[in-house]
């Protein structure tokens, strides 16, 4: 069952999805529905891997995966890597 959603994009994001949907010859509703899929299932993926590292640390054993702890960190948090001049824009921010 499909249910519809109303959003609304600046003018620059919409361009930019209008342009991608010609570009690849599908909806813009697609591309969204792709992008959204994309990022749940990122997210989904990051947190089995933190439970899975969590059961491995109960049991004392090692996780079956590597664990890229600040790759998790910043994906969880949504954090992308900052300039130093957004980084004091930032700190100013919540100082106030």
Known sequence: MSHV?????????????????SEKGCSKGSLIRQALEKILTEETSHLERIAEATESMKKNKKPRRKIDWSLLRQKLSGKTRMSPEEEVIRHRRRSL
């Open 5 to 21: 959603f109303t959003m609304k994009l600046p003018e620059s994001l919409l361009d930019r999805l209008e342009q991608a949907s």
